[in-house]
């Protein structure tokens, strides 16, 4: 019989195989200093574009303040168990209201982690009856909730409301023979090219289709809408999302998640969302700080026209230039450049250590191959000057990857390391 470790020790999996090339540079860096605009790399000062403080709020004055005063007042354990059993509280709840009300929906329940919580989510919603139809490029929170479904699952093509249609097709047949009602899933911004979910396109398909409509809006929310209530507020079509989730981990600059939908199928899913059954309740720090942060979302607008003001800077910039920005329609902003894998490296080494620009980098599989994607993000902390060093840095790196510069590079490291 083979020890249950033999393949961990043959196979590190497909990202840890990389990991004594990749590991603290380009995978688990280490990035010090307060969360802004600038901080800390191997002990050199970069403009960093890879963090989700869309609105600045991680760092902000205000913020700190209430969340080091929640934290004196509360501790880290308060309230202690689940929030059925010892772990509930009127705080938890106004924050519900509040961001029901924000989101405009009847009602909302906080989640721990938005991760744990959408795979709740989608377990609590459907049965082995019922049928989920999602977009195949999806987050891993959302496959995994499939995972765990005991019925059929259809993925549609990447954003292809002509493939939702037909998939549909595919699951109204199926559901009216198991007796099953039809889940569809999609993002409201798909995080890495940052185009958003065809929401209002899908919404139509109600009219010739039955089913419910859950959205993950994590990079939508606080980004989005005339309210920076998210993708359903910017298409217009929030009244038929029927379950709206998002994360405090990106425009709250926070830990924790929530879901809101009609009373009924929230007052449902408190009561079926195992994740939060048997799991501690959101802690007090995270309920106050994000009160906090919602106040300062309806109330402080010129929060979110400044990160639009950088975006816009940013993505107006990179097209005069020449480059290749997909399709975005969010901040998220990727730039599509083309080279090897050690290219990337190189190229990305270059970019870090002389030039101060932190960026994130995606290479194949999640990209074609000889694509190399590099992934900012703006922020409302960024200035235009950070944007146009950024600018004129990655100008520079297009021209020593055009001209064959990291190729050498890459081919002189393999070298000295007798590859
Ligand atoms: C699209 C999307 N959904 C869900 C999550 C998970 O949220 P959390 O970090 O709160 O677990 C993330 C990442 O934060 C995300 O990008």
Redesign the pocket.
């Known amino acids: 019989m083979k020890d249950l470790f033999e393949k961990i020790y043959k196979d590190k999996g497909p990202l840890g195989k990389w990991a004594s090339q990749a590991e603290g540079y380009f995978v688990f860096p280490k990035l010090e200093g307060q969360i802004s605009n600038r901080m800390k790399f191997q002990g050199k000062d970069v403009i960093t574009w890879s963090i989700n403080d869309y609105l600045g709020l991680a760092n902000h004055p205000e913020v700190r303040k209430v969340d080091a005063e929640a934290g004196a007042a509360y501790g880290s354990a308060y309230p202690m168990g689940a929030r059925m059993m010892s772990g509930h509280t009127a705080l938890h709840e106004q924050l519900q209201e509040e961001l029901a009300a924000f989101v405009n929906k009847e009602a909302a329940y906080l989640l721990n982690?938005?991760?744990?919580g959408?795979v709740s989510t989608i377990d609590a919603l459907v049965g082995k009856d019922d049928i989920i139809v999602y977009d195949v490029d999806a987050?891993a929170?959302i496959i995994d909730g499939v995972r765990l479904h005991m019925g059929k699952r259809f993925t549609y093509k990447h954003n292809d409301v002509e493939s939702l249609e037909k998939n549909l097709e595919r699951a109204t047949k199926m559901a009216e023979q198991t007796g099953g009602g039809i889940l569809v899933i999609s993002?409201g911004v798909f995080?890495m090219r940052g185009e958003q979910g065809r929401l209002k396109e899908i919404a139509a398909l109600k009219k010739k289709f039955n089913f419910r409509f859950l959205v993950?809006d994590?990079?939508g929310f606080g980004t989005l809408g005339k309210t920076g209530a998210g993708a359903g507020e910017e298409q217009g079509v929030q009244d038929d999302i029927d379950v709206y989730f998002a994360?405090?981990?990106?425009s709250m600059a926070a830990?924790?998640?929530f879901i809101a939908a009609d009373k009924e199928i929230i007052d449902y899913l408190k009561y079926n969302l195992r994740s939060q059954m048997f799991a501690k309740s959101l802690q007090m720090q995270l309920v106050v700080g994000a009160l906090k942060r919602l106040d300062m979302l309806r109330s402080m607008p010129e929060l979110k026209n400044n990160l639009w003001t950088i975006v816009n800077a940013l993505q107006s910039g990179l097209k005069e230039r020449g480059f290749d920005i997909g399709t975005t329609q969010s901040c998220v902003t990727p730039v599509f450049l083309n080279g090897s894998i050690p290219e990337a490296m190189a190229l990305v080494r270059d970019l870090r250590e002389n030039y101060g620009i932190f960026c994130s980098i995606v290479v194949y599989p999640v990209v074609p191959k000889g694509i190399i994607l590099l992934r900012m993000i703006p922020t409302a902390t960024h200035t235009l000057e950070d944007v146009e060093v950024t600018l004129n840095a990655f100008s520079a790196i297009r021209s020593r990857l055009e001209n064959g510069t990291y190729k050498r590079l890459s081919a002189a490291v393999a070298a000295a390391m007798g590859e």
Do not use: I, L, N, V
């Open positions: 982690f938005g991760y744990q959408m987050h929170c993002e995080g993950d994590a990079h994360t405090f981990a990106k830990t924790g998640a």
